[in-house]
């Protein structure tokens, strides 16, 4: 379903540019309290707004606000919240609806808007597609202030119970927070638990998100790994809803390894609903060859946590999530959340009294090959005969033995590429073929 303003999680892009301002903010606020009502909600629409830590956040937060008030809603500050949490609060508050402002794993110079419904679960590309229908040409009123809501503690307490009380005593963990929205959860919550916590990402002042630390930028947490003799680093991004691992040794691990141990423990421990894994297509071969091997099936989604999320609840399915480190647990949180995904894979290392470095191994990966070529224009794929043609060109090549995978992003102006193989030169030979079939014709920059 085709949408102007929506990508794969929400509405993003740089802040003051055409799309991402206080003007179109306030718009897409009153477009989101009008879509409530023409679904048949009744009664005061209450609506929680969290954002990140960007210095832009406070103003779009406003924005939002003021388009919500003018089309009937109530809107509610959550302040600086991870998106998870968030969702929980919408649950928890049986609010009407959540919006986090929030550009995720982007710059600081980067800003966005999600919304969640009253189960705490991102909106469908139809009902996105029935906010973009409903937004209006202006919004009237004034800014006016916002009533608060402290949803920290509920959040912290939940997500301490996820482990036994003491559980973490005697551990030394880096935590890097990305100088985002979880600094002033995660901390508190491993430190509840009894560990010994040593900070990276923890000082946010509005520019600094994501720059040079957190989920996207794990070198660092690697180094102070190995350097503290750490027994595990954690890193989340700017908005909490990601998570990477790194083990004793200072080896990073992406959300397929993850997912992988999670999945093999529940499957041995009987606790993998419908014994079923949901991925994406982003998600290694290696992933679905060991699921299946201990007697588990996988499904593929489209990329994006949403629609993992979507196919989850459809099946029933415990365990979902993103290579990218979008790891979902329902029982814990109706969304991507990387302090639970971090806490689970604790909770196997404590069960089964193994490192982080022996778990890993789980997961054989086959070998792949990632490119993202940042465009001037995002042209159709249809429009790209040479891109089409190598493509279809190296999957006949591979037959059963690979996959390409050739996909815009739905967040930014880049093209991903991905080529998995029998062997490390035939992925990169395949990749560099579509690269070159890419720059042909396209204006990469």
């Given at each position: ?41 009744t009664g005061p629409l209450r609506v929680l707004i969290g954002r990140d830590t960007r210095a832009s956040g406070a103003a779009l937060e406003a924005a939002v606000a003021r388009g919500l008030r003018s089309a009937g809603a109530e809107p509610v500050s959550l302040g600086v919240l991870p998106t998870p949490a ?268 193994l490192p982080l470095s022996d778990l890993r191994r789980v997961l054989v990966k086959f070998p792949q090959a990632t490119m993202a070529l940042k465009v001037r ?69």
């Amino acid at each position: 379903m085709n949408r102007k303003f929506f990508g794969t999680d929400g509405v993003r892009g740089p802040y003051g540019g055409p799309v991402v301002n206080e003007t179109f903010a306030a718009r897409l606020g009153c477009a989101a309290a009008t879509w409530l009502r023409q679904t048949g909600c009744t009664g005061p629409l209450r609506v929680l707004i969290g954002r990140d830590t960007r210095a832009s956040g406070a103003a779009l937060e406003a924005a939002v606000a003021r388009g919500l008030r003018s089309a009937g809603a109530e809107p509610v500050s959550l302040g600086v919240l991870p998106t998870p949490a968030v969702a929980r609060s919408v649950v928890r508050q049986k609010a009407a609806l959540g919006v986090v402002i929030t550009a995720s794993h982007n710059p600081a110079e980067d800003n966005g808007i999600k919304f969640f419904g009253p189960r705490g679960v991102k909106l469908t590309d139809a009902d996105e597609s029935a906010i973009e229908a409903a937004l209006p040409e202006t919004v009237a009123g004034l800014p006016a202030p916002l009533p608060t809501l402290d949803a920290v503690s509920d959040y912290v307490s939940a997500m301490t119970a996820v482990l036994p009380s003491g559980a973490l005593a005697g551990w030394r963990i880096v935590l890097d927070t990305a100088n985002g929205a979880t600094c002033g959860t995660s901390p508190r919550v491993l430190r509840g638990l009894g560990a010994e916590v040593l900070g990276i990402g923890d000082a946010p002042d509005g520019r600094n998100i994501n720059l040079g630390v957190g989920s996207e930028h794990p070198a660092a947490l690697a180094a102070r790994v190995a350097a503290e003799n750490a027994r595990i680093g954690i890193a989340h991004d700017g908005d909490g809803d990601r998570c990477v691992l790194c083990d004793e040794r200072g080896a990073i691990l992406d959300g397929d390894e993850i997912l992988a141990i999670l999945a093999l423990h529940a499957l041995r421990c009987r606790k993998l609903e419908k014994r079923t894994l949901v991925v994406t297509v982003q998600s290694n071969l290696g992933v679905d060859a060991v699921v299946s091997a201990a007697g588990g099936r996988v499904l593929r989604t489209s990329v994006g946590d949403r629609y993992v999320i979507e196919r989850m609840l459809a099946e029933g399915a415990s365990l979902g999530g993103e290579s990218s480190g979008h790891i979902i647990c329902p029982q814990y949180s109706p969304t991507g959340d990387g302090l639970v995904a971090a806490l689970k894979v604790i909770e196997v290392m404590v069960s089964t009294g193994l490192p982080l470095s022996d778990l890993r191994r789980v997961l054989v990966k086959f070998p792949q090959a990632t490119m993202a070529l940042k465009v001037r224009e995002k042209k159709p794929l249809e429009q790209l005969p040479g891109v089409r043609s190598a493509t279809a060109t190296l999957e006949k090549e591979l037959g059963v033995n690979g996959r390409v995978l050739v996909r815009w992003s739905g967040t930014e102006a880049k093209l991903r590429l991905l080529v998995e193989g029998p062997t490390e030169q035939v992925v990169r030979e395949g990749i560099n073929r579509l690269e070159a079939a890419a720059r042909a014709e396209l204006a990469v920059v």
